[in-house]
């Protein structure tokens, strides 16, 4: 009886997946468009990092794709709230978010920066 | 302005203000994230102008289709058609029918990209950020008319990015203007070569440069630089355009500033080889100067979206502020004008507009009208 416990206990650990008992906290990053731009157009993060977005506008609706992950969602107008979107960060580089939803004349301007970096560098660095 | 035309301003304000009130007295139905949109995007703006002892007038003012295309994620297109005035008649003065914008964009890293086509000189507030519910007023403002001459676009090329820190850029070399065309009244503006078959003897260099790095807080200045005077060879005019602007907007409140100056060198030769042309001096100034500002304030929210918005703006322009030697600058281009009004907001994406002008000029003679306008521009 006390080996079918442990091995229920064993199991259940392994199907909570690898982060189990590690909790990191999510990250919020707020981001705000408006024609023509993202604030802030560049947000740093590490890899690995769970990372919660909640992304506003104050107009118009507005695009919001990160190239390379699966985020893309649309950004409600001002008003309408936001919209929030979690991921875990992928592999250290430089990913380009923009806005896919045609918003005027400068909708093309309408760009910003995900740096992921390798935490185990930024550690070493320190 | 006559009793029958105020009660037919009036008519059009009621009206604009119970029908979009009335669409939104409906049940309430329920919408995805946004409203749906298809692959044209676009802006509209119809307004009613009355001058002082003028007849009102009805005016579709712009209707503006945009589409684009992406070949592949780093290589995309855009382009802008614009109908102004609803109307087109050869030969007369109507409407025009308008190539705003048609390039194709490489997007190569965050600080590098290259654009080429028919482009918005990145000049101002408003040549590239011209879509009604954008700006407070029916009209554009006085400055960003015949200070700068939005909508300003030509034919070039020219690189654009983000360099880290909050700073943006745009810079591009184009075809010049046509200084032969200059004016009293309009400054540049009739200048413009519109990149129909645009002359490049010469070319124009131009560029901005925006801070975005506070929430809220876009500060930005721009310059052009081109000669204009390749229809007689023996001028040499040398255009050059300095502005800088700022908007800032904190919970219920948005404030806006722009200056802008001209500087046309040899603007004597080109005065003297213009009236020879034409018979007709024109009296171009060798400096232009203009500036305004604005406070816009959200004195109204209800519901998601729906805002009523009340500005006022003050704005000086002097289409004359610098004569060359030998030339008497005309009191009625030194104006400045008051523009109060407000907007209401049945959805960020539409303007109802309404605003009073009172202009002022320093002629005794030429008296500058005052103006009632409605307006509702859209984007979609």
Not at chain 1, 39 to 49: C, F, M, N, Y
Not at chain 1, 96 to 112: D, I, K, L, Y
């Amino acid at each position: 009886m006390r080996h079918a416990t442990g091995l229920a206990i064993a199991l259940a650990l392994l199907l909570r997946g690898p982060d189990a008992g590690s909790q990191t906290p999510r990250r919020v990053v707020r981001v705000s468009a408006e024609r023509f731009a993202f604030t802030p157009s560049q947000i740093v993060v590490d890899a690995g990092e769970e990372i919660e977005m909640r992304v506003s506008s104050d107009d118009t609706a507005h695009g919001f794709h990160i190239a390379g992950t699966s985020v893309n969602v649309v950004i409600p107008k001002r008003g309408r709230g936001e919209v929030s979107v979690t991921f875990r960060a992928p592999e250290p580089g430089r990913y380009v978010f923009e806005c896919t939803r045609m918003c005027g004349a400068g909708h093309h301007f309408m760009r910003g920066e995900l740096l992921v970096r390798n935490p185990s560098a930024n550690q070493s660095r320190k | 302005m006559t009793t029958q035309n105020m009660k037919f301003g009036s008519s059009i304000c009621i009206w604009l203000l119970l029908t979009s009130s009335a669409a939104l007295a409906q049940p309430a139905i329920s919408e995805g994230p946004t409203s749906a949109t298809g692959p044209i995007s676009g802006y509209m703006d119809f307004h009613f102008n009355k001058g002082e002892a003028e007849d009102g007038v009805l005016d579709f003012h712009r209707f503006v289709l945009i589409v684009n295309h992406s070949f592949t994620p780093r290589i995309r297109f855009v382009a802008e058609l614009e109908l102004e005035h609803a109307f087109i008649e050869g030969l007369e003065e109507s409407g025009e029918l308008e190539l705003e914008q048609a390039y194709v964009d490489f997007l190569l890293t965050r600080s590098f990209n290259v654009r080429a086509g028919m482009l918005l000189v990145p000049m101002g507030i408003i040549n590239e950020r011209h879509e009604p519910p954008v700006y407070m007023g029916v009209e554009r403002p006085f400055v960003d008319t015949v200070i700068i001459p939005t909508t300003w676009f030509e034919n070039g090329a020219g690189l654009f990015g983000e360099i880290g820190r909050g700073f943006r850029y745009r810079a591009y070399v184009m075809a010049p203007l046509n200084a032969l065309e200059f004016s009293a009244d309009e400054g540049i503006r009739n200048g413009r070569q519109k990149g129909s078959r645009s002359d490049v003897r010469n070319v124009a260099y131009t560029g901005r440069v925006e801070w975005v790095g506070v929430p809220g807080l876009t500060l930005g200045a721009s310059a052009w630089s081109g000669k204009s005077s390749f229809l007689a060879p023996r001028l040499d005019v040398q255009v050059r355009v300095g502005e800088a602007d700022v908007r800032y907007r904190r919970n219920r409140l948005e404030v806006r500033g722009e200056f802008a100056q001209v500087w046309i060198d040899d603007a004597e030769r080109l005065n003297l080889t213009a009236g020879q042309l034409t018979g007709v001096s024109p009296n171009i100034a060798r400096q232009l100067r203009g500036f305004y500002a604005e406070g816009a304030y959200r004195v109204w929210q209800r519901g998601p979206g729906r805002d009523l918005v009340g500005f006022a703006r003050y704005e000086n322009f002097d289409t004359q502020f610098r004569m060359p030697s030998g030339f008497i600058p005309l009191k009625q281009f030194d104006r400045d004008a008051w523009i109060a009004g407000a907007a209401y907001f049945p959805d960020p994406d539409i303007a109802v507009k309404v605003d009073y002008v009172w202009q002022r000029s320093l002629s005794t003679v030429v008296i500058a009208p005052n103006g009632f306008n409605i307006g509702i521009g859209w984007w979609f």
